[in-house]
């Protein structure tokens, strides 16, 4: 008869190899199971895919429907089109309710080959939809199927373990867009690279002959250095090649709710690169210096970043391009020179339209900048208005600077008048242009007034008069209320660490634009609609948004369009086929 102490150890074993079996059927049913990534060779160039189409065609209706009630069950009726873009006309056999995949694979001097994979509810009901001329593989119930033959010889090494798959090849970050969006893709720009290595290598030769055979065909302007002004296309030319090739991988996914549509970015660099190195130095930040501006405007923008080079970078562009004399480079130069000691941080602008002052131009513009010494970036921006005169064949630009020439509750404010005036003989246009400039800015050109703070800020205030700027103080020193503004609701939807961001609200932007155009009565657009007409026309406020910030070994962008955008766009455009239809007045 077996002891206790046997019998315990007896069974304890037997749990041991009991788990040990079951975890060895585990990892081999596992192995077995095939996911759509594993049937799409590595090398692709490019994986599609389209979640649940059932749901995604229901998530776009119920947007639809938010813009426009009626428009979604239109778009939901377009659903069984669906079929043509996997070339199965009629459906048959496919599972609407699991993901679709689609990948292509770049070929040289030809057209790609592309790779179906999708899920089947019936795997023979599924071959039978599709034409006669695709060669088909299947694991499970995904099914791939493609006109190439070569191709699908990679998939049936994918099947069976032979060849690597595009679910190993796919980083982690990529991937979980994947998961998130409701359509998604995925581009392999290493492989390209690696595939067309030849003709990149030869890339850089070809644009700097392109760009002297433009060079020499360009005609002399005078007052422009015509050849500093294509050198500095072939600077970004060849950064643009390098940063090609560079980059790994780039992925993309849109999602869409009741409320808005969101388009996440994704770029992958190779590490220890020059793009890697440059992104590596430009840090994210939250941009709260949005919450420093006026609140519920048209229009935002935020940035941060190391921008001493850009900015070296750009007035050096203007010493080379406008051919001055040599007391306004010498200007320049020394503006360059004080911009080295200036630190920046985060900088926010603000625009808005207000078309109740004819004389102050439209535009309102609100600009905080976190410098450091503000005093030498207030400096140099008074040479700049001594440095950037032009007069250029067609353009005149005269720029006027007063030093403290207003207070503002014991803080001294500078003047700054730029005023652009096109030659109306010398340019057809120009007669428009003008006009333009001056429904902008008024009659005396944009007037920019500028106040330095705590010698750490620098305020400005473009356009408008002096409410303008007291405007923009009062935002600034403004205690955060408890209720997020419209734009500030918007901005949650955007990334929260970026390197900018933008906002504006696109339909109230073309409602004040066209009261503004009409009322002039100048511009010669046959528009069957007087300016007054437009009185009652009002639209809720709305923001399409824009964000990108880097990441590590990357960088990523989110854009997102509210509903209410479109629903503004519908409400313009019934407004004026309601107004069309009325008897002139």
């Keep these: ?40 060779p590595a090398d692709a160039t490019a994986v599609v895919r389209l979640k649940s189409p059932e749901a995604t065609i229901g998530k776009v209706g119920n947007f639809a429907n938010a813009v426009q009630p009626g428009l979604g ?27 679709w995949y689609v990948a292509i694979f770049a070929v040289k001097g030809a057209e790609p080959a592309v790779v179906f994979v999708v899920p089947a509810t019936d795997v023979k009901a599924l071959q ?6 695709f060669t088909f593989a299947s694991k499970d119930s995904w099914v791939a199927y493609s006109k190439d033959e070569a191709v699908m010889e990679l998939v049936e090494e994918c099947i069976s373990g032979g060849a690597d798959a595009a679910s ?59 050849s500093a002004i294509l050198d500095i296309y072939g600077e970004m030319g060849h950064g643009a090649l390098q940063a090609l090739r560079d980059s790994k991988a780039f992925s993309f996914g849109i999602s869409v709710s009741n409320s808005a549509i969101t388009i996440d970015e994704l770029l992958i660099v190779k590490a220890r690169t020059q793009t890697d190195e440059y992104l590596s130095s ?28 850009l900015m070296e970078w750009g007035m050096q562009f203007a010493t080379k391009v406008i051919d001055g004399d040599a007391e306004t480079k010498k200007d320049i130069e020394n503006m360059v020179a004080e911009l080295k ?3 920046f941080g985060e900088m926010g602008w603000a625009f808005h339209l207000d078309d109740g002052n004819e004389d102050a131009g439209l535009i309102r513009g609100y600009t905080v900048s976190n410098v450091s010494p503000a005093a030498k970036m207030r400096e140099a921006a008074h040479k700049m208005g001594t440095a950037y005169k032009m007069d250029l064949p067609g353009l005149k630009q005269e720029i006027s600077v007063k030093k403290d020439a207003e207070s503002y509750d014991g803080l001294s404010a500078d003047l700054i008048t730029i005023k652009q005036t096109y030659d109306e003989e010398a340019n057809p246009a120009a007669a428009i242009q003008n006009l333009f400039q001056e429904l902008l800015h008024g009659k005396d050109g944009m007037i920019q007034r500028l106040i330095v703070k705590n010698d750490d800020v620098m305020i400005q205030s473009i356009g408008g008069t002096q409410d303008t700027m007291k405007e923009a103080l009062a935002a600034y020193d403004a205690t955060p209320g408890t209720k997020p503004s419209d734009n500030q609701k918007s901005r949650e939807g955007l990334l929260e660490e970026a390197n900018i961001v933008g906002q504006i609200d696109l339909p109230n932007v073309v409602i ?28 809720p406020r709305s923001y399409v948004g824009f964000s990108a910030g880097t990441v590590p070994q990357g960088i990523q962008m989110k854009t997102r369009i509210e509903a209410k955008t479109l629903q503004g766009f519908f409400q313009i455009v019934t407004y004026f086929q309601q107004q069309m239809q009325q008897p002139p007045r």
């Design 1 to 40: 008869m077996m002891s206790l102490h046997k019998s315990r150890m007896f069974v304890r074993r037997s749990g041991v190899a009991a788990l040990a079996i079951g975890l060895a059927l585990v990892s081999q049913l596992s192995a077995q199971a095939a996911g759509p990534l594993d049937l799409i």
């Design 73 to 99: 069950f239109m778009v939901q009726g377009q659903a069984p089109g669906l079929g043509a873009l996997i070339s199965n006309p009629t459906l048959g056999g496919v599972d609407l309710k699991q993901d």
């Design 128 to 133: 039978g939809g599709v034409d006669e001329s």
């Design 168 to 226: 190993g090849a796919i980083d982690d970050r990529s991937s979980a867009l994947f998961g998130e969006s409701d359509l998604a893709a995925w581009v392999n720009i290493a492989g390209l690279t690696e595939a067309y290595q030849a003709e990149l290598e030869g890339a850089d030769d070809q644009l700097d002959g392109a760009l002297e055979g433009l060079g020499a065909q360009i005609p002399a302007q005078p007052g422009l250095n015509m």
């Design 282 to 309: 430009q840090k994210s930040a939250k941009l709260d210096v949005l919450a420093k501006l006026p609140q519920n405007k048209h229009g935002y923008m935020a940035i941060h970043g190391d921008f001493k080079g």
């Design 341 to 343: 000691e200036v630190d």
């Design 512 to 539: 004040v634009l066209a009261r503004a155009v009409l009322a002039t009565e100048k511009f010669p657009i046959p528009v069957p609609i007087k300016a007054e007409q437009l009185e009652g026309l009002s639209v």
